[in-house]
């Protein structure tokens, strides 16, 4: 009992410096700034590791996985956003990026290519409710933080506007 | 500032934005914000080949238009224009300084040829793993993932190619490496680090940009950015299985 729990304690931490690795890499190749680096990568382990908590014993997450995964890491990016001094997007795409069906997207092409429609159809469903799915997560949230803030601006201008 | 010179500054902004692969959405939105801030009536449509934005001036209506030839993610830059964007909210500088600024962050600095190709082995080590593979396929996809994050610059900052040319180019070198690797380091499978090796160049992130223009109700840049996905991930997977069947036919 004791070592499984150790086990798969152990399975977080590995998966979490994989995700890690897995969200700073690609943040290297568009550029991101030096000083938000490692912020985008914690924000992709943190999302990986709450989509993870859900099933931990597969890697290839459902659809309520990664919903789950890209709310916590839309959350992640408004609010960093607001603590950090940089646009949502930037801790936004590195976090998405583990979750991200381009994988999926191949594998529909190469299905087509080899005559196996089926297979085909089966990826290509994948990668579109993926994206729907990851799509959906990120602008929920964007909503929210959107809705929030013109809610307080009007608050503030309120004086102003009905003298 | 000349309301024409508004006009000018907020399109040049808006359009690098586009460029360096923002949300259509934002970029509107920053346009009108700049326009907003000195009092200019005007109206933005950004798409993923260009952006309008037609405003009233004194001497009529005024309408600007630029042209995006090319498009690639830059985080840093997105980050810096949308500091820019509200400064000029905030503090509305004159117009020599605003285009300085604009001069500086076209310019600015970028990650090393090597930080780039490690980044490349990284990802495609780690995605080769998490999709799978064994250590060893990682490590082939390690070492895959360095020699195309080495060649896709070459590629990639040539704009007398032509996009298709340049995927084409990335899916036949990751096909090839792959196939090498797979031969040469024993107990790979090179279905795997062939995956691994294109999570570098798949446009996943331009497939949920797309999916969220169409949330939005931007359905024409929606539409365009998913026809585009969809034909890099057609182009990738046509150069890497022409590459890997190459490999195959040379070396039985």
Same mark, same amino acid.
């Given at each position: 009992?004791?070592?499984?729990?150790?086990?798969?304690?152990?399975?977080?931490? *590995? @998966?979490f410096?994989?995700?890690?690795i897995?969200?700073?890499?690609?943040?290297v190749?568009?550029?991101?700034? *030096?000083?938000?680096?490692?912020?985008?990568? @914690?924000?992709?382990?943190?999302?990986?590791?709450?989509?993870?908590?859900?099933n931990?014993?597969?890697?290839?997450?459902?659809?309520? /996985?990664?919903?789950?995964?890209? +709310?916590? +890491?839309?959350?992640?990016?408004? @609010?960093?956003?607001?603590?950090? *001094?940089a646009?949502?997007?930037?801790?936004?795409?590195?976090?998405i990026?583990?979750?991200v069906?381009?994988?999926?997207?191949? /594998?529909?092409?190469?299905s087509?290519?080899?005559?196996?429609?089926?297979q085909?159809?089966?990826?290509? @469903?994948?990668?579109?409710?993926?994206?729907f799915t990851?799509?959906?997560?990120?602008?929920? +949230?964007?909503?929210?933080f959107?809705? +929030?803030? *013109? /809610?307080?601006?009007?608050?503030?201008?309120?004086?102003?506007?009905?003298? | 500032?000349?309301?024409?010179?508004?006009?000018?500054?907020? !399109?040049?902004?808006g359009?690098?934005? #586009?460029?360096?692969?923002?949300?259509?959405?934002?970029?509107?939105?920053?346009?009108?914000?700049?326009?907003?801030?000195?009092? =200019?009536?005007?109206?933005?449509?950004?798409f993923t080949?260009?952006v309008?934005?037609?405003?009233k001036?004194?001497?009529?209506?005024?309408?600007?238009?630029?042209?995006?030839?090319?498009r690639?993610?830059?985080?840093?830059?997105?980050?810096?224009?949308?500091?820019?964007?509200?400064?000029?909210q905030?503090?509305?500088?004159?117009y020599?300084e605003?285009?300085?600024?604009?001069?500086?962050?076209?310019?600015?600095?970028?990650?090393s040829?090597?930080?780039?190709a #490690?980044?490349f082995?990284?990802?495609?080590?780690?995605?080769?793993? =998490?999709?799978?593979?064994?250590?060893t396929?990682?490590?082939?996809?390690?070492?895959?993932g360095?020699? !195309?994050?080495?060649?896709?610059?070459?590629?990639?900052?040539?704009?007398?190619?032509?996009?298709?040319?340049q995927?084409?180019?990335d899916?036949?070198?990751?096909?090839? !490496?792959?196939?090498v690797?797979s031969?040469?380091?024993?107990?790979t499978?090179?279905y795997?680090?062939?995956?691994?090796?294109?999570?570098?160049? #798949?446009?996943?992130?331009?497939?949920?940009?797309?999916v969220?223009d169409?949330?939005?109700?931007?359905?024409?840049?929606?539409?365009t950015?998913?026809?585009e996905?969809?034909?890099?991930v057609?182009? =990738?997977?046509f150069g890497?299985?022409?590459?890997?069947?190459l490999?195959n036919?040379?070396?039985?």
């Open positions: 009992m004791e070592s499984g729990r150790g086990l798969r304690f152990l399975h977080f931490v *590995k @998966l410096l994989l995700a890690f897995g969200s700073i890499a690609p943040a190749a568009i550029n991101i700034e *030096k000083r938000l680096l490692l912020w985008a990568g @914690l924000g992709g382990a943190l999302g990986y590791c709450v989509a993870l908590a859900f931990p014993y597969s890697l290839s997450f459902n659809i309520a /996985q990664i919903f789950m995964g890209t +709310v916590f +890491v839309g959350l992640y990016s408004e @609010l960093m956003a607001t603590y950090l *001094k646009p949502a997007t930037v801790f936004c795409i590195p976090g990026f583990p979750f069906p381009g994988v999926s997207a191949y /594998q529909t092409v190469l087509l290519a080899n005559n196996e429609f089926n085909a159809a089966v990826y290509g @469903l994948n990668t579109v409710f993926k994206s990851i799509a959906f997560g990120i602008m929920i +949230v964007t909503a929210f959107r809705f +929030v803030r *013109k /809610q307080n601006k009007r608050g503030e201008n309120l004086p102003s506007n009905s003298k | 500032m000349e309301q024409e010179q508004i006009l000018e500054i907020a !399109l040049q902004i359009s690098t934005l #586009l460029q360096y692969g923002a949300e259509t959405y934002r970029v509107e939105e920053t346009i009108k914000r700049i326009c907003d801030s000195y009092d =200019l009536n005007c109206e933005p449509f950004a080949t260009g309008f934005a037609s405003a001036v004194e001497k009529g209506i005024s309408t600007v238009f630029k042209r995006i030839s090319s690639k993610v830059d985080l840093t830059k997105i980050a810096r224009l949308n500091a820019l964007s509200r400064r000029i905030r503090e509305k500088p004159d020599k605003i285009k300085e600024e604009l001069d500086d962050i076209l310019k600015c600095k970028t990650y040829y090597g930080a780039f #490690l980044s082995a990284f990802t495609a080590s780690v995605y080769a793993y =998490l999709f799978g593979g064994s250590y396929d990682a490590f082939a996809a390690l070492i895959v360095i020699l !195309l994050g080495l060649i896709h610059p070459v590629f990639a900052g040539n704009s007398s190619l032509f996009p298709f040319i995927y084409f180019a899916g036949f070198a990751a096909g090839i !490496l792959s196939s690797a031969i040469l380091i024993p107990l499978d090179v795997i680090v062939i995956i691994g090796a294109l999570t570098n160049l #798949l446009p996943g992130v331009a497939l949920t940009n797309g969220r169409l949330l939005h109700g931007d359905n024409i840049s929606g539409v950015r998913l026809g996905a969809f034909i890099v057609a182009v =990738l997977a890497a299985g022409i590459g890997l069947s490999w036919l040379g070396g039985v």
